[in-house]
C-alpha cells in the first residue's frame, strides 16, 4: 500500500472501481496532500486529497449507486496518516470517503486528518447511506464552512456505525458532532473525545438525532447503544444563545429515537443536559 495507491481508489482506473474490494498491507504517509491540487487563482492554497466518492444531492438511488463507494475497503489495523481534505467550495461531501453507499469501512485508522468542507465533512466519511463503518478512527481536526453537519468520524451517518471512535476538533454552525453530526442511522459500542463547537444542534457524540419517514410510510429512526462521549462543547459564536446544545446528544426530532446505555461526562463536556443519555 502507498499513498499512489490510495488515491486511485474508486477511480475507475486499472480496475480500482467503487466497488471494488480493497485490502490495506501497510501504514501509508498521506502527508504529501497537503500541497497537493493548488486552488486556481490562490498562491498557498489547496484542494488536497481527492475524497472517495461523491455525493449528489437530491440524487437518485441509481446516482448513488453510480458516485457512491459501494466496495470494501479494509485497513487491516494500519493507519492513513497525514491526510488533508480542503473541500471548502464543495458541497459533495468530505473525508476520506465523501460519499458510502451500502459499503464498508472496516479496520480504517486516519491520524492526524484535517477536513474542511463546504458541507458534510467527516474525518473519515463525509456521507453514509446503508454504509457500514466497522472497528475504525479517525483523530485530527474536521470543520464545515457553510451550515451544515460535521462529525468527528462521519458528517451525516444513515447506516450503521460500530466498535468506532473519533478524537477530532469538530467546527460546525450547525449538527456538530464528536462522532457522527446528525445521525439517521445505529450508532453502536463507539465513542468520541474531541472538542465540538457549534451554534445549533451541537453534541458530545451526536449533533443531531434524526429520523426519516421512510418508504411506504415505514418511518426509520436513529439509536446509539453502548457508547460515550467526554469532548468539551463549546459556543461557536459568542454573541448567540446556544440551542439544543447536549453533553452527549444536541438534539433528537422524534421521541421513537432511542439511546440506550450511553454516557457523557458532565465535568469534561461543561454541560449538564443532554437530548438523550446519562450523565
Known sequence: SSYEDLKKVGTGMDGWNL?????????????????????????????????????????????????????????????????????????????????????????????????????????LVGLSIKGQILNSYAEGRAKAIDECATGGLVAANAGLISNSFAIVDVSSFIYAGGLVGINYGEIINSYARGNITGNFQVGGLVGEMSHSDGADQNPQYSSINNSYSTGQVLLLDEDSEPVDFGGLVGASTSEQNTVSNSFWDIETSGMQISAGGEP
Request: charged share 20%; net charge negative.
Open 19 to 123: 466497488d471494488s474490494h480493497y485490502l490495506q498491507t501497510a501504514d501509508i504517509d498521506a502527508s504529501p496532500s497537503a500541497t497537493e491540487n493548488p486552488i486556481p487563482e490562490t498562491t498557498d492554497e489547496y484542494y488536497g486529497f481527492q475524497p472517495i466518492g461523491k455525493w449528489a444531492e437530491g440524487g437518485t438511488e441509481e446516482e448513488h449507486e453510480k458516485y457512491g463507494f459501494s466496495g470494501v475497503y479494509d485497513g487491516a489495523g494500519f493507519v492513513i496518516d497525514g491526510l488533508t481534505i480542503n473541500r471548502q467550495y464543495s458541497i459533495d461531501g468530505a473525508g476520506l470517503f465523501a460519499f458510502v453507499y451500502s459499503g464498508t469501512i472496516v479496520n480504517v485508522g486516519a491520524v492526524d486528518v484535517s477536513v474542511t468542507a463546504g458541507c458534510g465533512g467527516g474525518g
